[in-house]
């Protein structure tokens, strides 16, 4: 499978904890994008990393998050103590740069469930 | 007032029925507008995406953009059981690569 592949699938902790996630991208695929989709809501933007390099974060990427993308290949998303709030489902993608459209390409995602 | 407006649905509708789905949205800065399909535990799948107005169809799928209404839809011919899913418009201004997704609309095709 030569898709975007992101670990684990589920994951359950306890409120305080911390938890990171990982995203392997398409391979040659030099953009990689986290977003966080809750019940019933579309995907929302955290933060998007070109190459090795965040460009950009969003205001809801709050200062317990944090995204490395080492190398340019794979990326995680780290979540310091953790709260209820936020249980959610955590999507990675992954898109070309040689085009203006640069059509996203999705992982399954990471569950999130915060006691 | 969210940027892109969406009905959650569910909609309902018996195997070969013409299907529309439509978003709003007040930015009028987009120039890019897409739409995905979401299968429950799913990422998101890129159906077909329109550059600025006009339509666009990819075999059942029709795509519609009006920018002075700040409106598109989505149209399904022949609809299948297959294609019951969650449907997301998704939008975003030319030169920025990060898209506004509706909440999306939970579509049921029922034999």
């Known amino acids: 499978d030569t898709g975007v592949s992101q670990d684990p699938r589920h994951k359950i902790t306890k409120r305080g904890q911390n938890v990171t996630f990982r995203c392997d991208p398409i391979?040659?695929?030099?953009?990689l994008y986290w977003y966080r989709q809750t019940l019933g809501q579309g995907p929302e933007f955290l933060t998007y990393?070109?190459?090795?390099?965040?460009?950009?974060k969003s205001r809801l990427l709050s200062d317990r998050f944090s995204a490395e993308r080492p190398k340019g290949s794979f990326s995680t998303l780290e979540i310091q103590r953790t709260e209820q709030g936020d249980s959610a489902m955590y999507l990675c993608a992954s898109s070309l740069g040689k085009d203006t459209f640069g059509e996203q390409f999705f992982g399954p995602g990471t569950r999130l469930t915060v006691l | 007032q969210k940027e892109v407006e969406q009905d959650p649905g569910p909609l309902s509708v018996p195997e070969g029925a013409i299907v529309s789905l439509n978003c709003t949205y007040s930015?009028?800065?987009?120039?890019?507008f897409m739409w995905y399909r979401q299968y429950s535990r799913k990422g998101p799948e890129l159906l077909m995406y329109?550059?600025?107005?006009g339509n666009k169809e990819d075999g059942r799928f029709t795509a519609q953009v009006d920018k002075s209404s700040k409106y598109i839809s989505l149209f399904i011919r022949d609809s299948q059981p297959s294609d019951s899913a969650t449907y997301l418009c998704?939008?975003?201004?030319?030169?920025?690569?990060?898209?506004?997704f509706g909440r999306g609309t939970s579509l049921i095709v029922h034999p």
């Open positions: 391979s040659e695929h030099n953009r």
């Open positions: 990393f070109q190459n090795e390099a965040q460009l950009e």
């Open positions: 930015n009028s800065a987009f120039q890019y």
């Open positions: 998704a939008m975003r201004v030319g030169g920025s690569y990060i898209p506004t």
């Open positions: 329109t550059y600025s107005s």
